[in-house]
């Protein structure tokens, strides 16, 4: 402890943390700016790179790179060595798992969404909170009162948006394989499937499983090329409409959400569910996944930050909902709670299943 902090009365690490946050818009900006530059797929592939080697490599100025670098060493997303002819760099340990390129957990899609699509609207928190409304969503271009009807006017952003989706869906998708309720389903609708990365999976998991991805138009289009280019027409199709309003397909025995209660309010949850019991057949499952809050609602941060996301840009009214709230909102619905399946790595997500 420094003098300093002694008369503070926080440890160094307490400090540490407080300004990483104070001035998180600095170091976010900085690391997206790695992820840009592909700066951690570089050191992944050539650890010990000095600064002159990283300069020319990223073409930018000596200066400009220094700065990057203290940033980055500052966050903890690479780590700085001394003791040879000069100092030299590597990835953290975090940085190694999620920014390389090279690695299973690559989350640089996400981190790009989150620069170009998530961060000039999350500038109006304060303003949201205040009013009670999504203040962020009209720092997006087009009509709409979701960012998901606001994207399909934006294909640029839309195409962001879903290749972020996509690396949220690989790192989750392959828990399906547990999911003993899956193997007794014929024809799952999966609501709310992006661009049927999900549901190709569960039918390369399930070899009798059809599955239907409901989504807006525009989504479906993606959906419809993804699964041509996976040659699966006989066992996924598309389903183009608001699945608040429209209509279900017909004959499904299973209804699959992934990343969509979290979207909506409480009311509007049950709302969808009950659509959901009238579509299904008697014993038909509901198979919700989704990143949630722990019982008391003080962890983990993916979930906290998300749900301030719904709050002021997405709908107005989500949140990474306590496993507990799904268990109330199945038992309003005439759903029985079956099981639920934790999911840790690489974030706290649950699988929630319910029967009718
Ligand atoms: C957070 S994304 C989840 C995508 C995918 N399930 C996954 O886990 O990667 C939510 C999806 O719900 C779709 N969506 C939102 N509101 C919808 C509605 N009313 N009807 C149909 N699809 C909707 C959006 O287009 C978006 O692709």
């Known amino acids: 402890m420094t003098e300093r902090t002694k008369k503070l009365m926080l440890s160094d690490r307490e400090l540490k943390d407080f300004w990483l946050i104070r001035d998180g818009y600095h170091f976010f900006q900085a690391m997206a700016a790695a992820c ?38 500052t966050a903890r997303l690479v780590e700085r060595e001394e003791g040879g002819e000069r100092p030299v760099y590597r ?56 960012i998901y009807e606001k994207l399909s006017q934006n294909p ?52 009798d499983l059809r599955v239907t991805v409901y989504e807006l138009p525009t989504v479906c289009a993606k959906a419809d090329s993804n699964i041509a280019r996976h040659k699966m027409e006989d066992r ?18 299973a209804v699959f959400m992934s990343h969509v209660n979290v979207i909506w309010s409480e009311v509007r949850n049950i709302e969808l569910l009950r659509r959901c019991c009238e579509a299904l057949p008697s014993k038909g499952k509901v198979i919700c996944y989704n990143l949630t809050a722990n019982d008391t ?5 993916g979930a906290a930050g998300m749900t301030l996301f719904f709050l002021a840009l997405a709908s107005g009214n989500g949140m990474a909902w306590p496993h507990r709230a799904y268990i109330e909102w199945f038992e309003q619905c005439g759903l029985t709670h079956t099981r639920t399946y934790r999911v840790k790595e690489p974030y706290d997500h649950a699988i929630i299943v319910g029967q009718k």
């Open 297 to 301: 609602e003080t962890d983990p941060p």
């Open 156 to 207: 640029e952003q839309e195409k962001i948006f879903h290749q972020a989706m996509d690396a949220t869906s690989t790192f989750f998708n392959p828990h399906l394989a547990v999911v003993e309720e899956l193997k007794q389903v014929r024809h799952l609708v999966d609501l709310g499937g992006g661009d049927a990365t999900n549901a190709i999976k569960l039918a390369q998991l399930f070899p």
């Open 36 to 73: 840009e530059f592909d700066l951690f797929t570089f050191l992944s592939r050539n650890p010990k790179s000095s600064q002159e080697q990283i300069h020319k490599h990223l073409g930018i100025t000596p200066y400009a790179t220094r700065a990057l670098l203290f940033a980055l060493a």
């Open 91 to 146: 990835n953290s340990k975090a940085a190694e798992k999620f920014l390389s390129h090279d690695s299973q957990y690559c989350m640089v899609p996400i981190v790009r969404r989150a620069r170009q699509v998530y961060y000039r609207p999350m500038f109006f928190l304060y303003e949201s909170l205040k009013t009670g409304r999504h203040v962020g969503l009209d720092d997006v271009p087009g009509k709409g009162n979701t």
């Open 236 to 253: 996924v199709r598309s389903f183009a409409g608001d699945f608040f309003k429209d209509p279900f397909p017909e004959g499904i025995d």
